[in-house]
């Protein structure tokens, strides 16, 4: 059984930064496709960006594009989001998910990111 914890969330002010960190455990992390997705209050949860785990190549939502990055350290079992220049209507709580194929399998829990005006 595959685990997810994402942690990193918090409080911050527009323009901050902030990086969030999803622990992989039960699998190795190598062989997943890994994703973060948010949802914000009265909203449907959305895509954000995701990393392939055979090319490491990267996809982002266009409303972040250029300002998050997602990373992988796959020795640690580790994937990382980098938030920069927040705003916010970044204000949401983040989930990673993993898949190996079509839809994502496994969820974490969440972790609530605040962006303050």
């Known amino acids: 059984q595959v685990q997810l914890v994402e942690s990193g969330g918090g409080l911050v002010q527009a323009g901050g930064s902030l990086r969030l960190s999803c622990a992989v455990s039960g699998r190795t992390l190598s062989t997943y496709t890994m994703g973060w997705f948010r949802q914000a209050p009265g909203k449907e949860r959305e895509f954000v960006a995701r990393?392939?785990?055979?090319?490491?190549?990267?996809y982002y939502a266009d409303s972040v594009k250029g300002r998050f990055t997602i990373s992988r350290d796959n020795a640690k079992n580790t994937v990382y989001l980098q938030m920069n220049t927040l705003k916010p209507e970044d204000t949401a709580v983040y989930y990673c998910?993993?898949?190996?194929?079509?839809?994502?399998?496994?969820w974490g829990q969440g972790t609530q990111v605040t962006v303050s005006s």
């Open positions: 990393i392939n785990w055979g090319s490491s190549s990267t």
């Open positions: 998910a993993a898949r190996i194929v079509g839809n994502y399998n496994y």
